[in-house]
């Protein structure tokens, strides 16, 4: 991956899905914490959906809600990151803690940051 510094402050990566935008200022692009929240986010999301499926439950939706603490103290690090899932599955109750135990050892991002940011987890089933 190439990151291109712009003229009005942030970098640009040129990828086929389009430009990524990156900057510290929001009104220029992503802020890194919210690419580094939105990966962990993202692939936890993806690899409970594979799961949920390879156990031959039908996802009808999945949407993932990630709440961040950060410490200004430190260099505004983020400390914190609590995922919510609201699942439309027909999956029981009692079996998603299970699942959500495989999701984080099968998640590359989990797996990356675990030891320096706390994750938490909760979830509810909707119809």
């Not at 990151?3 to 430009?19: A, R, T």
């Not at 999956?91 to 998603?96: G, T, Y």
């Amino acid at each position: 991956m190439e990151f291109v510094l712009k003229n009005q402050g942030g970098f640009i990566l040129e990828h086929p899905f389009g430009e990524l935008h990156v900057a510290s200022d929001e009104t220029k692009g992503y802020r890194p914490y919210q690419l580094l929240v939105s990966s962990v986010a993202v692939c936890s999301g993806g690899v409970l959906q594979k799961i949920l499926e390879k156990k031959r439950f039908k996802v009808e939706g999945l949407k993932v809600t990630a709440e961040v603490k950060r410490d200004p103290d430190t260099a505004n690090r983020v400390t914190d990151i609590h995922l919510h899932f609201e699942i439309q599955c027909d999956v029981k109750q009692e079996a998603m803690d299970k699942i959500l135990e495989l999701a984080k050892k099968n998640c590359a991002m989990y797996q990356s940051v675990k030891d320096s940011i706390h994750i938490t987890e909760s979830f509810e089933i909707v119809s």
